[in-house]
């Protein structure tokens, strides 16, 4: 038998709540899938598997995580979780630790990883708003760590890039999503390029 001469493309792994799953518009529309286009187009060979679920908190992400980082094997973890977790009022240790949990077996199979950081509505207290945009500044000092501070920084205030939930980005949003984590993903990829 005669080995490929090309060895499959790496793997880039998006671990998402319905912010990257494209609640609510079409999944080509997404910026998961706009990420595959820009790869293409700029010349990077990658696939980028997307394992974002609608609804999903940091508990049943890192309960899936074990399986996927087995099957993909990923270059690249895209960690964007928490956000359901806050809406929830879940304890903010708990999505600590499972993050947390999450970077570390990322890191034992090499995987670099990129940490998109979520922001609660003002209506959930200053205590909870603090400690809850506590758990990414803390972990984002990890070494080796690419942080992006607030997924939605440029779409949540903007009525005409949200859904009607005032939630969920639209189509019009999600490249200003991509937008945000770029920057960050770029450097990675020449490492693995």
Known sequence: MIASAQAAAPTI??????LSAGYGIKVQASWVALLSERLKAQGYDYQVVNAS??????SGARNRFPALLKTHRPAIVILEIGANDGLRA???AQMRDNIQAMVTMAEKQHA???????QMPPNYGEAYLRAFA???SELSKTPHIRFV???LKDVALNDSLMQADN???NEQGQPYLLDMVWPE????????H
Do not use: A, R
């Open 53 to 58: 679920v609608s609804g999903e908190t940091s």
């Open 185 to 192: 993903l770029k450097p990675l990829l020449k490492q693995n």
């Open 112 to 118: 670099l990883i990129v940490l998109v950081g979520i």
């Open 13 to 18: 792994l998006v671990m998402g709540d319905s």
């Open 90 to 92: 879940l304890p903010v």
């Open 167 to 169: 939630i969920h980005p």
């Open 134 to 136: 506590g758990v990414y």
């Open 149 to 151: 501070p607030f997924f």
